[in-house]
C-alpha cells in the first residue's frame, strides 16, 4: 500500500482559492490513476477530480469551472486548485490512488476502486 500525505487545506472566505497537494512517491508509475475526493460532515464520500497516467482528467459537475487537478512530475506530487470556492465545499479533502487492472481499467471518480489514501486535510470556506 502506498502512503500518500496531503497539505494545503485551510480556512477561506468564499470566493477564495486554495491549493492542495499531495505526494505520491509512487504516482509515476505507469499504471495508476490519483484523484480527490472529499467527505463533509455527515455526508458520504465524494469524488472531486481525477487525473490518470495519460493526463486525462475528469471532475464532478460541481466542482467543473471551479477546480483543477494537475500533477507536477518534478515532486511526484498532484495538486487540486480550487478557485471560487464555496461553503458547500467546506469537506475534508482527501487523495487517493489506484493501479488500472483489468476490474479498473479506467481513471474513476468511484472510491471503491481506490487502494490507496491521505489522511485528509480540511477545507472550511466562511460566508
Known amino acids: 500500500q502506498v502512503q500518500l500525505m496531503e497539505s494545503g487545506g485551510g480556512s477561506v472566505q468564499a470566493g477564495g482559492s486554495l491549493k492542495l497537494s499531495c505526494a505520491a512517491p509512487?504516482?509515476?508509475?505507469?499504471?495508476?490513476?490519483m484523484a480527490w475526493f472529499r467527505q463533509a460532515p455527515g455526508k458520504q464520500y465524494e469524488g472531486v477530480a481525477a487525473?490518470?497516467?495519460?493526463?486525462?482528467?475528469i471532475y464532478a459537475e460541481s466542482v467543473k469551472g471551479r477546480f483543477t487537478i494537475s500533477k507536477d512530475n518534478a515532486k511526484n506530487t498532484v495538486l487540486l486548485t480550487m478557485n471560487n470556492l464555496q461553503p458547500e465545499d467546506t469537506a475534508i479533502y482527501y487523495c487517493?490512488?489506484?493501479?488500472?487492472?483489468?476490474?479498473?481499467?479506467?481513471?474513476?471518480?468511484?472510491?471503491?476502486?481506490?487502494?490507496?489514501w491521505g489522511q485528509g486535510t480540511q477545507v472550511t470556506v466562511s460566508t
Open positions: 487525473i490518470g497516467y495519460d493526463d486525462h482528467t
Open positions: 487517493a490512488a489506484h493501479d488500472f487492472s483489468s476490474t479498473v481499467p479506467i481513471c474513476t471518480l468511484i472510491s471503491p476502486d481506490f487502494t490507496d
Open positions: 509512487e504516482y509515476g508509475s505507469t499504471t495508476r490513476c
